[in-house]
């Protein structure tokens, strides 16, 4: 995978602008994983649900074969720009725990709303695992 960065272009923090992937693999596409926990209960704050989400993620890559160093796209649907804003350092030591120094493309659109109304957050992932 070839992280995509012209010369000239500031480097981003927390994401990438692009990758170009190539040779024969496999694409794992992931459903938008929300905040809910194995029973459906959801912690109040939008750290703890991203944290669940990503958490979440890890797994259903695992069941892949894949890790978090084969994603290659992210799409976060938040419902509240301040939630986010305030949720930062949680944010960042989730990612830690979960993405470690990976920071794949990604794009974070703000919505008024998910289909469960407790959920906070909801990530989409798409990944790529070369054949060995």
Do not use: C
Not at 103 to 118: A, E
């Amino acid at each position: 995978m070839l992280t995509l960065q012209p010369a000239e272009w500031s480097k981003p923090r927390g994401f990438s602008h692009g990758v170009a992937v190539d040779g024969p693999g496999r694409w794992v596409v992931l459903a938008g994983q929300t905040g809910g926990d194995e029973k459906g209960d959801y912690a109040p704050d939008m750290a703890a649900q991203t944290g669940t989400a990503l958490h979440r993620i890890i797994k259903l890559l695992n069941e892949a074969g894949a890790g978090p160093e084969h994603i290659v796209r992210l799409t976060w649907y938040l419902t509240s720009r301040e939630e986010y804003q305030a949720a930062g350092a949680g944010i960042g030591t989730a990612w830690k725990e979960t993405l470690g120094r990976n920071f794949p493309p990604s794009t974070l659109l703000y919505i008024s709303g998910l289909v469960d109304p407790r959920a906070k957050v909801e990530i989409e992932v798409t990944a790529f695992v070369p054949n060995a």
